[in-house]
């Protein structure tokens, strides 16, 4: 059983930049696929990037491409989601998540469904 915590949001302006962290507790981190999704007002959680097992491959939605960035510290137990550029589109609570089933390599889920152990959620807003 993974525990997840999130920590780092709060309320910014447009353009503004802000690190997510999440810190897990109660497996081998490195043998989990991590994903970080978002759930804004009355839309569906969506995927916002993942990284695999080993940190060497990361995938993004188009949306965020070239303005976040996703990085894991195996040693510290940690995966990070450093923000850019935000804009009132990205307001959201956003949430770590783990995978621990079998998966390829260099590849991700990317459906929040298809993953297994979800932290409290961290909320974002940006003002305009």
């Known amino acids: 059983q993974v525990q997840l915590v999130e920590s780092g949001g709060g309320s910014v302006e447009t353009g503004d930049s802000l690190r997510l962290s999440c810190a897990a507790s109660?497996?081998?981190?490195?043998?989990?696929?991590m994903g970080w999704f978002r759930q804004g007002p009355g839309k569906e959680r969506e995927f916002v990037a993942a990284?695999?097992?080993?940190?060497?491959?990361?995938y993004y939605v188009n949306s965020v491409k070239g303005r976040f960035t996703i990085l894991r510290d195996n040693a510290k137990n940690t995966v990070t989601l450093r923000m850019f550029g935000l804009t009132p589109e990205d307001t959201a609570v956003y949430y770590c998540?783990?995978?621990?089933?079998?998966?390829?390599?260099?590849?991700?889920?990317?459906?929040?469904?298809?993953?297994?152990?979800w932290g409290q959620g961290t909320q974002v807003t940006v003002s305009s």
């Open positions: 990284i695999n097992r080993g940190g060497e491959a990361t």
């Open positions: 998540a783990a995978y621990g089933r079998a998966y390829a390599d260099y590849d991700v889920p990317k459906e929040w469904i298809e993953y297994d152990y």
């Open positions: 109660g497996g081998t981190f490195s043998n989990y696929v």
